[in-house]
Antibody, heavy 118, light 110 residues
Framework: EVQLVESGGGLVQPGGSLRLSCAAS????????MSWVRQAPGKGLEWVAN????????YYVDSVKGRFTISRDNTKKSLYLQMNSLRAEDTAVYYC???????????WGQGTLVTVSS | QSALTQPASVSGSPGQSITISCTGT?????????VSWYQQHPGKVPKLIIY???NRPSGVSHRFSGSKSGNTASLTISGLQADDEADYYC??????????FGGGTKVTVL
C-alpha cells in the first residue's frame, strides 16, 4: 500500500524552528513531485510548498517564503520541511502529499501537528 | 495566491442530490481540465475523490461526479447518505509554482 508517514511536529515558541519529515513507502518516490499542505485548526487546506523529483525546483506560498525550506532525500525516500522563524499563524496540521503531474494530491500522510505558542 | 471560491455549506436530505461549486479564474479552473476534489471527515485525512475534473479513483463511489464549465467546477453527490457528511475541498492546477485549494464546503445530511 502506498503510504506517507509524517513526523517531527510539536510545540515550539514563536521565532523557533522545527523540522518535519515524511517517509514514503511502496511507490517510486524519486519519480514524483511532492508537496506539503497545512490546515490550521478549524480552517481549510493551504498548499505550502512543493519540490520536483530531483530537488532542483522548489516553490512556496508567499507567507512562508524565506522562512521554510522544502527538501528531499531520494535515497531515504524522505521529504522534509525545515521551518524557521515560526509564527503563531503557522500553527496547523502539516500533511505531506504525493503530487501528480496534473496537480492532484494522492495519497496524503496522516499529518503532524505544529503548535507555535509561548 | 487567492483561494478558489466554494460555498461555506450545502445541505440535503438522504437520497437527494447536491452540488458544490468551485469558482476560479481563467488562470486555473478555466485554463486546465485539472480540477480535483477531496473529502475530509472530522479529524481525518483528506481523501481524493475526483481528479482531472471528472475521473474517480478506484474505490470511490459512483455517486460522486464532477464537471466543469468555464471558470467554475462542480461536484455532485447523488443519493446522499449519512456518511457523506464531511468537508469537501476543490483544487486546481495553476502552475508548478503554486498550488491552490478552495475554502471548503461543509456538507450536512439533514
Amino acid at each position: 500500500e502506498v503510504q506517507l508517514v509524517e513526523s517531527g511536529g510539536g510545540l515550539v515558541q514563536p521565532g523557533g524552528s522545527l523540522r518535519l519529515s515524511c517517509a514514503a513507502s511502496e511507490f517510486s518516490f524519486r519519480s514524483y513531485w511532492m508537496s506539503w499542505v497545512r490546515q490550521a485548526p478549524g480552517k481549510g487546506l493551504e498548499w505550502v510548498a512543493n519540490i520536483n523529483q530531483d530537488g532542483s525546483e522548489k516553490y512556496y506560498v508567499d507567507s512562508v517564503k524565506g522562512r521554510f525550506t522544502i527538501s528531499r532525500d531520494n535515497t531515504k525516500k524522505s521529504l522534509y520541511l525545515q521551518m524557521n522563524s515560526l509564527r503563531a499563524e503557522d500553527t496547523a496540521v502539516y500533511y505531506c502529499a504525493r503530487e501528480v503531474l496534473s496537480g492532484w494530491f494522492d495519497p496524503w500522510g496522516q499529518g503532524t501537528l505544529v503548535t507555535v505558542s509561548s | 495566491q487567492s483561494a478558489l471560491t466554494q460555498p461555506a455549506s450545502v445541505s440535503g436530505s438522504p437520497g437527494q442530490s447536491i452540488t458544490i461549486s468551485c469558482t476560479g479564474t481563467s488562470s486555473d479552473v478555466g485554463a486546465y481540465d485539472y480540477v480535483s476534489w477531496y473529502q475530509q471527515h472530522p479529524g481525518k485525512v483528506p481523501k481524493l475523490i475526483i481528479y482531472e475534473v471528472s475521473n474517480r479513483p478506484s474505490g470511490v463511489s459512483h455517486r460522486f461526479s464532477g464537471s466543469k464549465s468555464g471558470n467554475t467546477a462542480s461536484l455532485t453527490i447523488s443519493g446522499l447518505q449519512a456518511d457523506d457528511e464531511a468537508d469537501y475541498y476543490c483544487s486546481s492546477y495553476r502552475s508548478r509554482t503554486s498550488g491552490v485549494f478552495g475554502g471548503g464546503t461543509k456538507v450536512t445530511v439533514l
